[in-house]
């Protein structure tokens, strides 16, 4: 019986252990330690979509500013902007959508997988690695998550995203490639603060 009780007690240490696997954190932690000290990010990204036949489906380039929990995400006249309270999305025409940081909590945005913040929201495991890079699969905690896992590529040289697969519930895929990517960018405040002066005249917005 004793055993038994010494048995029970260790397994949520066993089964902690195997969905935090401990290689893949402390590659994982490198790169928010650098995210955390960084002043100001600048990110070029390709986004690549396919079916769950494999078909293309489109793809586009998006431009992210980082501070913080603060980001302006741009992709031809489309954007999304965050003050770290509230997103404000342009659909490049004529409507601005609002919305909590909050709400968005069931979706992957460009800006959650470069922020280096993963502890929280997935269990991790290295599935291999050699001298220059380490691929990583992510499971959401949260199985309400609109995906269901992400599969990065890390380089571990420059302890930053490469590459990352983010397959959806519906086995659909997004195929994530680091174009360019500078920690060092200096980036004022009044940036990530909305200015209803920027966008045409014509523009609703909606709550």
């Known amino acids: 019986m004793r055993l038994l009780y010494i048995l029970l007690a260790i397994l949520p240490v066993i089964s902690l252990s195997a969905q935090k696997d401990s290689q893949a954190k402390s590659i994982l932690d490198q790169i928010g330690s650098k995210v955390k000290g960084a002043k100001g990010i600048l990110v070029s990204i390709q986004l690549v979509s396919k079916n769950s036949k494999g078909k293309a489906l489109g793809s586009k380039t998006i431009n992210l500013k980082m501070k913080g929990d603060k980001y302006v995400l741009q992709q031809g006249t489309t954007e999304i902007l965050c003050d770290g309270a509230i ?49 990583i699969e992510l499971i959401p905690i949260d199985k309400r998550k609109n995906f269901q896992k992400v599969t990065l590529v890390i380089d571990k040289h420059k302890s930053a995203l490469s590459t990352a697969t983010i397959l959806d519930k519906s086995n659909n895929s997004t195929f994530v490639k680091v174009l360019a990517i500078n920690y060092g960018a200096v980036l004022v405040d009044k940036l990530f603060l909305f200015d209803r002066s920027k966008y045409p005249k014509n523009v609703e917005i909606f709550d």
């Not at 025409?93 to 929280?120: A, C, F, H, M, R």
């Open 87 to 135: 997103i404000y999305n342009f659909d490049g025409v004529n409507t601005i959508s609002k919305s909590n940081v909050s709400e968005s909590d069931q979706t992957l945005s460009p800006q959650k997988l470069l922020s280096g913040n993963y502890d929280k929201d997935f269990n991790f495991s290295l599935l291999s690695q050699d001298n220059t890079f380490a691929t």
